[in-house]
């Protein structure tokens, strides 16, 4: 029986009648059309991209799967955490899952969740190939927020896989910032040098964690898992547990570097605590400082922008060189009678000021009349020590400066902190090399009482110091406590006189019995012996300078401060030192 169909055109109706036999042929021609589709992708699936598709099947049901080692932890000399590990989430990337136009928009989308740019989210990838058969972390310890949004939508993001971990920790927050440093992911640089990084390895960039990451960064392990197509492990097929790092134990002692840190405020200056015996550094701060826990985790383009501020937080100013002022007439004392040219009992007239080529140089509080070295130190007399550098002459001073630990007799390398300086005392032939200038006999009054072209660091003060307190041996600054008491850190002769170094000795005790370091003889720690300095700093106020040693007549620790723009010595940088010895002392 046929079917009749009707249409119409504009001029008139049409009946068309389609045999029962048509319809089962253009029905026939359907089927055909799409069997033969489907016979079409199945044999493009098994034929030319069969291999290609039993690979990423296999890839996708057994992974390898990284295991990150626990850096070790760094500890202060008494076993006190300066830097641990705690449990964090991270996100990783499986190349693999997605096709590179799939990944640009699953990182767009990734961002705005994890807070990352998407273009790092791609590079990272790039970085790693997207035929990489390993993960790419592209965050670490993200927040519980974006834990719960990736977990709530793990469906919607294959290949995203969310992992716990250990992540570095500073429970001290900024304490030690400057020594301890910070950590980050290997930089390409890094994998090249070091082939056996994953990636993701996270190394030492700054300070102690840099210098001994080696030790630090344990080995990581691998895990080959079995997975369903969700992506969740079924079974473990094999493990190599990670190597844990080593545990570092350094010379710093925590609750003096807290002391030194929360004295200093957060003002721009530098501090260093040594060991008069030994040459341990017990506390080194600068100010101001910046927490390492920040680099923990991805860090934000604000925090970034604040430490490239203009007190520039991540310069150690302990090892930067200032005008040490007054501090530096211990130099001078020692030069002046290792010269030959005094003794311990010679005696100077001291006045308002002297004239030398033709300039005036003035006392800072009116002459003394004759004066000895005890005097001269404890009321920090310029017109003596004028007189005593003019005797004693540039090369001399130059030369006590550099025995005394001033310059590159105080080896850094021992530090191991990659940043830092050496003080400076040039004579006036490396005054031309250095500046090419000529050398004037200002410059000599200048060198005699700490200014002109002299630096020294607050470092260098405390070992300066530190040679008078131990008897005239230079102690060589250290920070890993496996090097105290080793030949590389004994301390070394300077050949100085035991009648100079007494004669300094009883000048610094002098400065607090009676002179201008009285505010440390207040009875709430034993008797110490210091000396003050105001350092002139051009179009500025003056910086405030403090070295010290104590106790007095059993020296044990030795200080050397510096506050910029802190004024008189007295005012800023000693009422540090104090508080130094009070925590010391206590303890």
Partial sequence: MARELSFSTRSRSVNVTLPKAGRSVVLMLIVTFFLNVFLFRLIQLQIFEGQYNRTRAEQNRIRPVAIVAERGNILDRKGKLLAANRLTRSVYLWPKEQKPEQWRTTAHRLSEILNLPALEIVQKLQRIGYNSSLPVRISRDIS??????????????????????????????????????????????????????????????????????????????????????????????????????????????????????????????????????????????????????????????????????????????????????????????VAGMESGKFSPDSILVSSDSIVVGGVSFHEHGGGYGPIGFTDALAYSSNTFFYQMGIAAGPEQIAKWARLMGVGETTDLKLLGLGQGNHGSVPT????????????????????????????????????????????????????????????????????????????????????????????????????????????????????????????????????????????????AAAPIAHEIFKTYFKK
């Fill in 428 to 571: 006036p032939a490396e005054k031309l090399k250095l500046y090419g200038e000529e050398w004037y006999a200002g410059d000599t009054v200048t060198m005699a009482i700490g200014q002109g072209v002299v630096l020294v660091t607050p470092l260098e003060m405390a070992v300066m110091v530190a040679t008078i307190a131990n008897g005239g041996y230079r102690v060589k600054p250290h920070l890993l406590a496996t090097q105290t008491n080793t030949p590389a850190t004994k301390p070394e002769a300077t050949g100085m006189k035991p009648g100079t170094v007494e004669a300094v000795r009883k000048g610094l005790i002098a400065v607090v019995e009676k002179g201008t370091g009285q505010g440390l003889k207040d009875g709430s720690i034993p008797l110490t012996a210091g000396k003050t300095g105001t350092a002139e700093v051009l179009g500025q106020q003056d910086n405030s300078n403090y070295v010290a040693y104590g106790p007095a007549h059993d020296p044990q620790i030795a200080i050397g401060v510096v506050v910029e723009n802190g004024g008189y010595g007295a005012t």
């Fill in 144 to 333: 519980p927020q974006a834990f719960t949004v990736l977990a709530e939508k793990a469906q919607e993001f294959r290949g995203v896989e969310i992992r716990e971990e250990a992540s570095r920790y500073y429970p001290n927050g900024k304490i030690g910032a400057h020594v301890l440093g910070y950590i980050g992911e290997a930089t390409t640089e890094d994998l090249k040098k070091h082939p056996e990084y994953p990636m993701g390895m996270i190394v030492g960039q700054m300070g102690i964690e840099r210098k001994v990451n080696d030790k630090l960064a344990g080995v990581w392990g691998n895990r080959l898992i079995e997975v369903d197509a969700k992506g969740s492990e079924l079974r473990e097929l094999g493990i190599i547990p990670p190597k844990a790092g080593q545990p570092v134990r350094l010379t710093l002692d925590a609750e003096l570097q807290k002391t030194a840190e929360k004295a200093l405020n957060g003002r721009r200056g530098g501090i260093a605590v040594v060991d008069i015996k030994t040459g341990a550094v017990l506390a080194l701060a600068s100010g101001p400082t910046f927490d390492p826990n920040l680099f923990t985790r991805k860090i934000t383009p604000q925090e970034w922008d604040s430490l490239q501020a203009k007190d520039k937080p991540f310069l150690n100013r302990a090892l930067e060189g200032y005008p040490p002022g007054s501090t530096f007439k211990i130099v001078t004392s």
